[in-house]
């Protein structure tokens, strides 16, 4: 008895998208196998746990949000943990093991997990498992698996030496051999018991332990010959391993269709961050040519009715529908077509084994069909090993239920990155790629996350134009591939220029272009939680602007509001402005000319423009916005180091934010004569002091 208690452990998650919260399932899940037991809670739920008192060892998933911040769910946790009056042994008694969950595209990889890390361990915690840090960017998996597998070894050490610790040597014998003789899991401890030799369960299979290399031959007879794997065939070894799979997921989903009228709810429903706004569409304009290589549109919403406020700088969120025929396959497929206009009835499966189960926030209990397909979930997606792993159950042909089990287990991992991950396959292309997978609405509604809201920036002035919001976005353009024969536009954008290609003004690429038709066509808009990316206070101080591309959008709001606070206060002084922008071609895609205006009436003091793909560029003339800034090194110096002035970047983080903050270091490291490591703490520093900002996307 005394045994099984103390194989208790408690396992906090930090989750904003709900990433974590999976993770922490699946140890939750594999824990009772492994003869432990995990005591759940969001790490919110503080009144659940006590860390104070926790004799346990500790297991966290927390991921990270923003720039760099812990999700929401743990704002309130980080906070009291930061209480500096805390002494440096306060959790001394505390042992845990953290996986912290990031994207390394962003400039603080996984911070939100190595805030809270930092902190335990500044209060006297110890680490009994090392930390893991799991890199969106590459797969969350590569890491997530193999620290899942690690922890159970790790977990019955810390048992073990809390056990000599307290001096109960003896008992800890117990609980050694009680671990190692539970049922049947310290065999397969190594293995994972929730992974299992495959079993097809094919009747002529049924019995069989192991898959017989034979029958995979039979039922993927088609493409037996090819000897290159795809999304469909395999190729040895992992065509002929016996594979570790995960376990099923529980279901916990119910949905019953009525066939009765019913409103659907209002899009503001969807959303927790605060009221939505309809708001029409006055003007669209694309401001690229033809024959650009990328299509960038700029809209104007008429705000006037509503209370929605922002300041130059600030980015919102446009609510976006799934592709309406992406979402009538996709009822085809399930034998929905008939039931699309349904109500449907969600409802949490009676005796589920899912701990916690809930129906998922962004799914309203009653909605139709088409509703839920078109507004609710993220059909987009890149299909999580869980949701392969569930497909597989609802796939009758064998050949398929192979592959499908190919994917989600540890032997066909990077067939699972190639082909799943890496080729941005969507559960479209799965179930045409497998066509006797027919899953069912409720599996879509436990696996699908949330079709979330895109941000824009804003690109315009409430002083400039009142009542008036613009923002600028390239529709975004995936070719086919293997995997996708067909081509697709990005979800929000590829709808947005769907929906004003009868507004497109002819006269392209202007900034005040009046007229046009009148627009009947509305969106849906919230506000995103403020940010600092925002003017300076004083007018007086300079400020430096890196903007290539779409990333021009909000200095376009930032000079028009400059402009405007000029023309009212002739007697204000205004520090320098500087912009650097960049496009690929300087008569296809440079998307404001009229930033000329700005220059000729003083509102925009240097100008520096380059062009990435202009033949008639000379070889030495810069062609990235990095390269420009290099150029104007004593310039950036004096401006962040000597006049503390403001460094602004936007646009693509990996690239063009990466570089830019790289040459800003080359600059301090040599205008200052420090070497690069100090440099990089100079920076660090601006970016604490919010005087170099960044607001980047992919
Ligand atoms: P999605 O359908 O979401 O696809 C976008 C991404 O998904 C791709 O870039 C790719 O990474 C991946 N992807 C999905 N399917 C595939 C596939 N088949 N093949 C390859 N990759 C795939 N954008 C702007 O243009 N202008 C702005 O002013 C702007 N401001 C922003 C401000 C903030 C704070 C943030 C966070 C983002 C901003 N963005 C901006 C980005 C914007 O929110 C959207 O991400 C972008 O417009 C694409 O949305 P989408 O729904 O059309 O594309």
Redesign the pocket.
């Known amino acids: 008895m005394c045994c099984d208690l103390k194989r208790r452990f408690l396992l906090l998650y930090a989750t904003q998208k709900g990433q974590a919260k999976a993770i922490a399932e699946e140890i939750w899940q594999q824990a009772g196998t492994h003869g432990f037991e995990a005591e759940m809670h969001c790490i919110s739920e503080m009144d659940k746990y006590n860390l104070e008192t926790e004799k346990d060892p500790v297991v966290i998933v927390i991921s990270t949000t923003g720039t760099g911040d812990p999700p929401d769910t743990a704002r309130k946790f980080v906070k009291r943990i930061q209480d500096k009056t805390l002494p440096p042994d306060h959790f001394a008694h505390l042992q845990y093991g953290l996986l912290g969950l990031g994207d390394s595209e962003y400039t603080f990889f996984c911070n939100g997990g190595k805030t809270v890390d930092r902190r335990l361990q500044e209060l006297g915690a110890q680490h009994f498992y090392d930390t893991g840090l799991a890199d969106d960017c590459v797969g969350l998996e590569l890491v997530v698996d193999p620290w899942i597998d690690g922890l159970w070894l790790a977990l019955r050490d810390a048992f073990l030496s809390q056990q000599e610790k307290e001096g109960m040597s003896s008992n800890a014998d117990t609980i050694s051999s009680s671990l190692s003789a539970a049922p049947h899991d310290m065999d397969e401890l190594n293995l994972s018991s929730e992974v299992r030799n495959l079993k097809l369960e094919d009747e002529g299979v049924r019995s069989s332990n192991v898959l017989s290399q034979k029958s995979v031959d039979i039922h993927l007879a088609a493409s037996t010959r090819d000897t290159e794997p795809s999304l469909v065939h395999s190729v040895p070894p992992v065509s002929q391993s016996a594979l570790n799979i995960p376990a099923l997921p529980p279901d916990y989903i119910e949905v019953e269709f009525q066939d009765a009228h019913g409103e659907n709810p209002h899009l503001s429903s969807l959303i927790s961050e605060g009221a939505a706004f309809e708001v029409p569409v006055t003007r669209a304009v694309q401001l690229t040519r033809e024959d650009a290589i990328k299509t960038?549109l700029l809209l104007e919403l008429d705000i006037a009715d509503t209370v929605f406020d922002y300041q130059p700088g600030d980015?919102f969120?446009?609510i976006?529908p799934n592709n309406i025929i992406e979402v009538e396959e996709l009822l085809q497929i399930l034998g929905l077509s008939e039931k699309g206009d349904y109500l449907v009835c969600v409802k949490v499966k009676q005796g589920t084994k899912k701990k916690g189960a809930a129906i998922p926030q962004h799914i309203p209990e009653r909605s139709t069909v088409k509703f839920i397909l078109t507004w609710c979930l993220e059909i987009?997606a890149?299909p999580k090993k869980a949701f392969l792993r569930a497909l597989v159950e609802c796939t009758s042909d064998v050949g398929e239920k192979r592959r499908l089990q190919e994917l989600c287990s540890r032997q066909g991992a990077s067939d699972y990155t190639r082909f799943v991950r890496e080729?941005?396959?969507?559960l479209l292309d799965l179930l045409h790629a497998f066509p006797s997978c027919k899953p069912s609405l409720n599996l879509l509604i436990e696996h699908l996350p949330k079709l979330?809201a895109?941000?824009?920036?804003?690109?315009s002035s409430n002083l400039y134009q009142p009542g008036r919001l613009c923002?600028?976005?390239?529709?975004?353009e995936?070719?086919t591939?293997p995997a996708?024969p067909v081509s697709?536009?990005?979800?929000?954008?590829?709808?947005?220029a769907e929906l004003v290609a009868p507004l497109l003004h002819p006269n392209k690429n202007t900034l005040d272009a009046k007229g046009g038709r009148p627009s009947t066509e509305k969106i849906s808009i919230f506000a995103?939680p403020n940010?600092t990316f925002h003017l300076p206070a004083d007018p007086s101080v300079p400020l430096m602007m890196v903007g290539p591309g779409?990333?021009i959008?909000?200095f376009i709001g930032f000079l028009q509001h400059r402009q405007k606070l000029r023309e009212e206060h002739t007697d204000w002084e205004f520090g320098e402005t500087w912009l650097f922008f960049g496009c690929r071609h300087q008569d296809r895609d440079y998307l404001f000319r009229q930033l000329r205006c700005f220059l000729e009436n003083g509102t925009l003091t240097h100008l520096k423009v380059c062009f990435s793909r202009d033949s008639s560029t000379a070889d030495n003339t810069p062609k990235y916005v990095q390269e420009v800034v290099r150029l104007y090194a004593k310039e950036v110096a004096r401006v962040l180091l000597q006049e503390r002035g403001y460094f602004y970047v936007?646009g693509d983080k990996k690239h063009m934010a990466d570089g830019v903050s790289d040459a800003v270091v080359d600059i301090l490291s040599m205008e200052m004569e420090v070497d690069k490591l100090e440099a990089m703490k100079i920076l660090a520093m601006l970016r604490e002091a919010k005087r170099y900002l960044q607001?980047?996307?992919?």
């Open positions: 960038a980015a969120c446009v976006c987009r890149i080729s941005n396959v969507c979330q895109r941000s824009y920036s804003v690109s923002f600028v976005f390239n529709i975004v995936f070719p591939c996708r697709r536009k990005g979800v929000c954008t590829g709808w947005l995103r940010n779409t990333g959008s909000p936007c607001d980047v996307w992919s």
